[in-house]
């Protein structure tokens, strides 16, 4: 079993700054894949940023140059930074990491969820 724990969430105003945080712990082997995704009300989640261990990263067209995807491997955490955040950015986030439990099985969690607001 695997567990992910996510802070950071909360309200600002546009043009401020806010730091995620999703910590996994648990049976964990390896994590390949960490990502960001949100969903406003009304509207499909979708992916903001994903980072991978080898360190690729794609972010949405909507966050590039505002948004900071990074991990802490020894700490099996993934932040996301953001910056010159909008009202638009007002959304539930929610971390999902991909990877195993043992060499043979793989998993793939969702945090809770973490609410951010921008206010205009």
């Known amino acids: 079993q695997v567990q992910l724990v996510e802070s950071g969430g909360g309200l600002v105003q546009a043009g401020g700054s806010l730091r995620l945080s999703c910590a996994a712990s648990?049976?964990?082997?390896?994590?390949?894949?960490m990502g960001w995704y949100r969903q406003a009300p009304g509207k499909q989640r979708e992916l903001v940023a994903a980072?991978?261990?080898?360190?690729?990263?794609n972010y949405a067209d909507s966050v590039k140059g505002r948004f900071t995807i990074s991990r802490d491997n020894a700490k099996n955490t993934v932040y996301l930074q953001m910056n010159s955040l909008k009202p638009e950015d007002t959304a539930v986030y929610y971390c999902n990491v991909e990877g195993k439990t043992t060499v043979l099985r793989r998993f793939d969690y969702w945090g809770q969820g973490t609410q951010v607001t921008v206010s205009s």
């Open positions: 980072i991978t261990s080898g360190g690729s990263i």
């Open positions: 648990g049976s964990i082997f390896s994590i390949n894949r």
